[in-house]
């Protein structure tokens, strides 16, 4: 569906579907979703059903999920952890699988990840390790997390060495996308999570950044502009996944900003106060078109454009804008070096030879990127 037909139709749910064969599963698009969880979980044909949450999101809407679960048949209990990306470590990986298995969680049964991308990456993988595999349902309540890690089937969490670098491939049942969540998320939760929309535009669709462009304020203030902005990104990573499910080739495309953008978060050591993840998504984004500008791939205007489009959305773009400084060059080089997508000891970057036009680029050679990143942390210091 077009952007133009969604918003004459203005249908109340848009679905988008996952074609992934016998573990093909449908996205769920619009506002309200949360009040009908409990049937469309239900559906999915378990007799029990365990929600991870967090302490921020769980006191919103873990009970009365709970209750809905309950009404229709699903026996369920609730598993709450703190917020944060702290809380992607090993000791709560260890406490919610003892805790899914004490709830008696069978393999046909459900983890339901209520929260936003940290829970939905540590719930989904619980649900894959767990008696060797439960099935799972994302109910996402960040932007960021709707447009992005609830689609897919990437789980996991962070090691000392770096981000998401222990983890499995694991895809939801279902995806409940209630766009109505985001009215109370604070104003830069919605900006981090903006980033990862603009991504899908800057990847490969030019005319859905041009739309971005002319509609964010409509994706802000939650109205019809940002169910589509959903749905789209929705069906924009789900073409990929399908393509690539395991991430051996066109899925590493998703990464655009990201071999930066991880960097940077673990230069600030995961510190939210400091920077969220789609934060250094878009410092990131900006970070790749500067650096496929300087090495002569695309005009120094895309990277210009996408800067002033972010800027003005209230997201940082630059080295300097990361609270606390960003490290050094080789403090940089080394995060990137723990990357998942070094080969061979070599870095592979996607770049772009403009907007809409990015590409994966394996074999980057060290000197070029520490070049550029000498030049931009001068800059921040100018």
């Not at 999920?65 to 369920?76: E, P, V």
């Not at 940089?332 to 970057?349: C, E, H, I, N, Y």
Request: charged share 20%; with cysteine; aromatic share 6%.
């Amino acid at each position: 569906m077009s952007i133009a037909a969604a918003q004459v139709q203005n249908t109340s749910v848009i679905t988008v579907p996952v074609p992934l064969g016998d573990r093909a599963y449908d996205i769920l698009v619009g506002r309200g979703l949360i009040e009908v969880a409990g049937p469309r979980i239900a559906a999915l044909g378990a007799r029990a059903a365990a929600i991870v949450t967090d302490e921020h999101v769980g006191p919103l809407y873990a009970q009365a999920l709970s209750q809905s679960l309950q009404a229709n048949g699903l026996r369920s209990s609730v598993i709450t952890l703190p917020p944060g990306e702290a809380t992607k470590s090993y000791t709560s990986l260890e406490r919610v699988c003892d805790a899914v298995l004490e709830a008696k969680i069978e393999r046909g049964d459900l983890v339901v990840a209520l929260g936003g991308g940290v829970i939905g990456d540590l719930a989904g993988f619980v649900a894959a390790i767990v008696r060797r595999g439960v099935r799972f349902v994302q109910v996402p309540t960040t932007l960021l997390s709707q447009v992005d890690s609830s689609v897919g089937g990437k789980t996991g969490i962070n090691s000392r060495h770096g981000k998401n670098l222990v983890g499995a491939f694991h895809q939801p049942s279902l995806v409940l996308a209630d766009t109505a969540l985001l009215d109370t998320l604070p104003v830069r939760e919605m900006r981090a999570g903006y980033a990862e929309v603009v991504k899908y535009g800057l990847i490969d669709d030019a005319r859905f950044f041009a739309w971005c462009e002319a509609n964010w304020h409509g994706i802000f203030n939650g109205d019809l502009e940002r169910d589509e902005a959903v749905a789209q990104s929705c069906r924009s990573k789900a073409a990929v996944v399908v393509r690539d499910e395991h991430e051996t080739g066109d899925r590493a495309l998703l990464n655009l900003g990201h071999t930066f953008g991880h960097a940077l978060e673990r230069i600030t050591r995961y510190d939210s106060a400091r920077l969220v993840h789609g934060e250094g998504v878009a410092i990131g984004l900006n970070l790749a078109f500067r650096f496929s500008a300087a090495l002569g791939l695309c005009a120094i205007s895309d990277a210009e454009r996408i800067e002033a489009h972010l800027a003005v959305v209230g997201l940082p773009t630059r080295l300097s804008h990361v609270p606390g400084g960003c490290g050094t060059v080789d403090e940089l080089l080394d995060a990137m070096a723990q990357d998942k997508k070094v080969k061979g000891g070599s870095l592979t970057f996607i770049l772009a030879k403009g907007i809409g036009q990015s590409f994966i680029a394996p074999g980057i050679e060290a000197e070029k990127v520490r070049a550029f990143l000498t030049g931009e942390i001068n800059a921040s210091r100018s």
